[in-house]
């Protein structure tokens, strides 16, 4: 698939083999292998992911639950204010609840016992039958929407990212901040980069990569670290003098 990125991309292989499922389109096994060697490695915080979309192929329900603890335990490190998910990702696990949600779709059913996973957003073999016989009459006209604009307008600057040879430890951080250049919602991006600020050996190796990132994405870090305090002053006049260089 055009559109599945394993170099480091682990967000868009999220989203492109949820497509697949849905869509019921072959599965690509090779880059499925690809992406749970990464994220055993790399991204160990989004490793259950791959491992369930495998046990769905496979529907293996034991290894769907074992993928599931996996990606719920993940999902606490995600939601600490230097992961990647959002304020509303404490009360609700977004992400867990969609793979819970699609292995029932494929008639795979367990019991969830988890205060993020809301039992009445859970789908029922009942809503998962007439949901299948709704997209049976659908399939006959459903065409499959090109990429918008906004998502080629990522894809180039993931390949920007990839070009310049960052360190994939940072690319989540910068796709947040990308985000939010683009969007009314900052504060996801800025709890990212407190992390790494606060982090004296993060921030030391951050900073070497910086003449390497896009100048307004260095002044977007700078504008959002001193939008609420003064606290990290002496890292953004650092950071300000790098990009005057």
């Given amino acids: ?11 868009g292989a999220w989203h492109e083999f949820f497509r697949v499922f849905v869509l019921q ?8 292998q690809k992406w749970t060697d990464l994220t055993a490695t790399k991204f ?23 993928a599931f603890k996996e990606i719920m335990k993940g999902h606490k490190q995600l939601c600490k204010p230097s992961g990647y998910f959002q304020l509303e990702d404490n009360f609700i696990a ?15 059913f367990f019991e969830v016992n988890s205060p993020y996973i809301p039992e009445n957003l859970l789908i029922t073999p009942e809503e998962v039958k007439s949901s299948l016989e709704a997209w049976e009459k659908e399939k006959k006209t459903f065409k499959v929407q090109p990429p918008t604009k906004e998502l080629l307008k990522e894809e180039e600057f993931y ?81 300000k003098a790098l990009i005057k260089e």
């Fill in 1 to 11: 698939k055009k559109y599945i990125y394993l170099n480091g991309n682990y967000l």
């Fill in 25 to 32: 389109d072959p599965l690509n096994h090779e880059s499925l």
């Fill in 44 to 66: 160990k915080s989004y490793a259950g992911y791959p491992l369930a979309f495998k046990a769905i192929a496979d529907k293996d329900l034991p290894a769907l639950e074992k």
């Fill in 94 to 108: 977004i992400w867990p609840l969609a793979i819970l949600n699609l292995a029932r779709f494929k008639g795979l």
């Fill in 159 to 239: 390949k920007l990212l990839v070009e310049k040879k960052l360190p994939q430890e940072f690319f989540n951080d910068l796709f947040s901040l990308y985000r939010a250049s683009t969007t009314e919602r900052p504060e996801p991006a800025r709890s990212n980069f407190v992390g790494i600020f606060n982090n004296d050996r993060t921030y030391k190796k951050f900073k070497k990569y910086v003449p390497l990132i896009p100048k307004y994405l260095i002044e977007r870090i700078i504008d959002l670290m001193l939008s609420k305090s003064t606290y990290h002053q002496k890292q953004c006049d650092e950071l």
